[in-house]
């Protein structure tokens, strides 16, 4: 992808993650996972760049490997920190690394899960200050009542534990923790897939805002097409751990150049009764990761699969204004777009 890099907050290239399998009583290694293989994309300051796959298909482990939680095992990640200058995050030792988090959180999935019962608000929030070394005693109380003001909960609950808030209270709860220390970029990881929809939206309208305010960059992960269409400036589709389309999210929903695309947007349910959406229903099951097909991963299930397809692996090559897909015949083929848009 031919983008300038001084007009980038982050831009991973050649992304790889691949976890060995070991067997035998020695764990001798017979091959590997490749959870996340060869990813590149890129996000601009102050945008939303969405990311959307079947359940395996690398999207949290690509998150997480961008954060350095998980070691990738190749590729480069260039993030510009809060001084303008662009750094490679993977060759920054324990002191670069600890440094740089200032800059680049992540909320998570479970809002149950993800808040240590046995601690109060005051100290789940305050956490990331006192590591930091960002604020002590009058300064850290006061830090976490603003935070805590900052997400829509009331700064009088500090000495509460998790177990007294709903579920959008606790996610709530761990935003406001992701934004303690002035990131400038947030990993946002199924944020929402775990509330009600109507809570879903109020998270949705507050991460907006935020980042309105805020001027943060989100990369934002998840399987629910309508929550990826409303709250992206542009979107990514993985499977099988490769990207295989990214666009912006008009034309990506209007016009998707991967026969893989079609088919997800196809499964994006119409709140119109009077449309009706033809779901394309894809033969066989997701590859293995383990053990990948030869040529396009996607080609056994591909209605329009040739036999280029099944020997020679596509790259992702433009096929419009900011628009990439990892198909043979991208541009080429009659493909539909979403319902509605």
């Given at each position: 992808m031919s983008v300038q890099t001084d007009e980038l907050i982050l831009d991973v290239r050649y992304m790889k993650k691949y976890f060995p399998i070991k067997k035998g009583f020695l764990q001798k290694n017979v091959g590997y996972v490749k959870a996340v293989d060869d990813v590149e994309f890129h996000i601009r300051p102050g945008e939303t760049f969405g990311l959307v796959g079947e359940s395996g298909c690398g999207k949290t482990t690509l998150g997480r490997c961008i954060l350095r939680a998980i070691e990738p095992s190749a590729g480069s990640i260039l993030f510009r920190d809060r001084h303008g200058q662009m750094l490679d995050v993977l060759a920054l030792d324990s002191k670069g690394l600890r440094a740089i988090r200032r800059d680049m959180q992540l909320i998570f999935q479970d809002p149950y899960s993800s808040l240590n019962p046995r601690m109060t608000v005051l100290n789940i929030i305050a956490e990331p200050l006192v590591c930091n070394g960002l604020a002590h005693g009058a300064a850290l109380r006061e830090r976490v009542s603003e935070l805590m003001e900052m997400v829509g909960l009331n700064s009088r609950h500090l000495e509460r534990y998790p177990h007294a808030f709903s579920g959008g209270q606790r996610q709530r709860i761990g935003i406001a923790r992701a934004l303690a220390t002035n990131p400038r970029f947030i990993v946002c990881d199924e944020a929402v897939s775990a509330l009600d929809v109507s809570v879903q939206a109020q998270i949705i309208n507050l991460l907006q805002d935020l980042q309105e305010k805020l001027d943060l960059s989100y990369l934002f992960i998840s399987h629910d097409l309508g929550v990826i269409q409303h709250i992206s400036?542009?979107?990514?589709?993985?499977?099988?751990?490769?990207?295989?389309?990214?666009?912006?999210?008009?034309?990506?929903?209007?016009?998707?150049?991967?026969?893989?695309?079609?088919?997800?947007?196809?499964?994006?349910?119409?709140?119109?009764?009077?449309?009706?959406?033809?779901?394309?229903?894809?033969?066989?099951?997701?590859?293995?990761?383990?053990?990948?097909?030869?040529?396009?991963?996607?080609?056994?299930?591909?209605?329009?699969?040739?036999?280029?397809?099944?020997?020679?692996?596509?790259?992702?090559?433009?096929?419009?204004?900011?628009?990439?897909?990892?198909?043979?015949?991208?541009?080429?083929?009659?493909?539909?777009?979403?319902?509605?848009?």
């Open positions: 400036n542009r979107v990514g589709v993985m499977y099988v751990g490769k990207m295989v389309e990214t666009a912006s999210t008009q034309d990506l929903f209007a016009s998707p150049k991967h026969p893989y695309t079609e088919a997800l947007l196809s499964a994006k349910p119409v709140p119109d009764p009077r449309k009706k959406s033809n779901r394309i229903i894809l033969p066989g099951e997701v590859a293995n990761p383990a053990n990948p097909p030869t040529g396009c991963y996607f080609h056994p299930r591909c209605p329009y699969a040739k036999d280029i397809c099944k020997i020679q692996s596509p790259e992702l090559k433009q096929v419009g204004d900011g628009h990439y897909a990892a198909c043979h015949f991208a541009g080429e083929l009659p493909l539909r777009g979403a319902v509605g848009i």
